[in-house]
């Protein structure tokens, strides 16, 4: 009698069971269907354009998640994380643009940036009407923009670390706009880096370094906030810095953190006039280190100011090996860099109605964003890796000379 009773309940179980995962589908294929005709709607109240196999895309990735989530996690919990899956599609899916008609736009560190040079062909080809600051009206970069981009493109003189050279690149834009043109967006890229430990780090160049990397970036805004606020225009500032950091950027990593509080700032008070703020987070390009030649010149500068303490301590090989081993690390994460994304970056946060306050590019960027969530002990051994070996073979010797 007990096992046919035991025998009924399984029958139960199993047959009630069933039922509630058919529920539990349909539920989600009304909540997809429910997505589907939200985008629709959006597409045409806004007037965006979704390629059918963009829809077709989100469709079977809403599939997959309903059939993933109904297999995993309970009715409550599933629909949570398939809201979370549609989320991620619906941020990645194309918003409304203005157009580039009678608009200008000015770009700094153009001849000394692979990204701000690509980035003022990308928008003089988009229709722009753009001026190229460049820190010297001679160099390679200032004469390849010439002969590339079109009429329309402007060359100004423009360095970042000299405040009486951006009041002349003001009076430059205004004078040179075209009839019924407006200048709408400044887009900020100038960036250096000199890599040295910050014990070894040479004040002055340190300084030097925070006002090219970060004060160059606020006087432009400063120079041009009448003319971005008049027409509710958009400022783009760039950061190189991740939430993940590697020993011997100490003035880099200050001065591009630097850069996105003044952004978060400069984004709540330009609200009011209808000017967006919007950051850039690239990885780090090939153009922010300086060159090996000067970056040794560099690593020279500082073996001459050592103490004898240091020199005892560090030794002439040091910075040799600081040199060589930074470059041939960071070489491969350089070469990741996917400028088409940046330009595309750019360009949503110029002419999008609704931009982002921040767009994260590359895959290395991402990853650095993922390391950051990492407790320190684990994140401090992986920028020990990332960290030239020499570094790490001086602070062993160190200890061990101490306890000796």
């Not at 200008?104 to 988009?126: M, N, P, R, Y």
């Not at 919007?278 to 040794?296: A, F, G, N, Y």
Request: charged letters at 20%.
């Amino acid at each position: 009698m007990d096992s046919y009773r035991k025998q009924l309940l399984q029958q139960a179980s199993e047959s009630s069971k069933t039922p509630t995962r058919e529920y539990s589908l349909n539920s989600y294929a009304t909540l997809a269907v429910f997505f589907l005709i939200y985008i629709l709607l959006r597409n045409l109240r806004e007037f965006v354009q979704v390629d059918t196999k963009t829809l077709s895309r989100c469709l079977a990735v809403l599939c997959v998640a309903a059939v993933l989530c109904n297999a995993i996690f309970n009715i409550f919990v599933g629909m949570l994380v398939y809201c979370c899956v549609f989320a991620v599609l619906y941020s990645q899916l194309p918003r409304p643009h203005l157009t580039v008609e009678r608009r200008a736009v000015l770009i700094t560190g153009c001849d000394t940036g692979i990204i701000g040079f690509s980035l003022a062909c990308h928008l003089d080809k988009l229709g722009f009407q753009v001026f190229a600051g460049c820190a010297s009206m001679d160099s390679n970069g200032a004469k390849e923009l010439k002969s590339q981009a079109s009429e329309r493109l402007k060359i100004v003189a423009l360095d970042v670390e000299n405040m009486d050279e951006i009041s002349q690149a003001f009076e430059f834009v205004i004078d040179n706009l075209e009839d019924g043109v407006y200048l709408w967006g400044i887009v900020n890229t100038v960036s250096i880096i000199h890599v040295a430990e910050f014990e070894l780090f040479p004040l002055k160049h340190l300084q030097q370094e925070l006002e090219l990397n970060s004060m160059g970036h606020v006087r432009v805004c400063k120079q041009f906030i009448p003319l971005i606020r008049q027409i509710g225009g958009r400022f783009i500032n760039f950061s190189y810095a991740g939430n993940f950091v590697t020993q011997g950027t100490a003035a880099y990593t200050m001065a591009q953190h630097a850069i996105e509080g003044f952004s978060d700032v400069l984004r709540l008070e330009m609200k009011k006039w209808g000017v967006f703020v919007s950051v850039i987070k690239p990885p780090i390009r090939e153009t922010d280190l300086i060159s090996k030649p000067e970056q040794e010149h560099f690593q020279q500068f500082i073996l001459e100011e050592l103490t004898e303490d240091q020199r005892e301590l560090y030794g002439d090989k040091y910075f040799s090996q600081v040199v060589e081993e930074t470059f041939n690390r960071l070489a491969p994460s350089v070469s990741m860099v996917d400028l088409s994304t940046i330009a595309e970056s750019v360009t949503d946060a110029l002419l999008s109605l609704k931009p982002k306050s921040k767009y994260c590019c590359g895959v290395m960027y991402t990853l650095c964003g993922i390391l950051s969530l990492l407790p320190d002990t684990v994140t401090d051994r992986i920028s020990a890796y990332m960290t030239p070996q020499s570094t790490t073979n001086i602070a062993a010797l160190s200890v061990k000379s101490k306890e000796q």
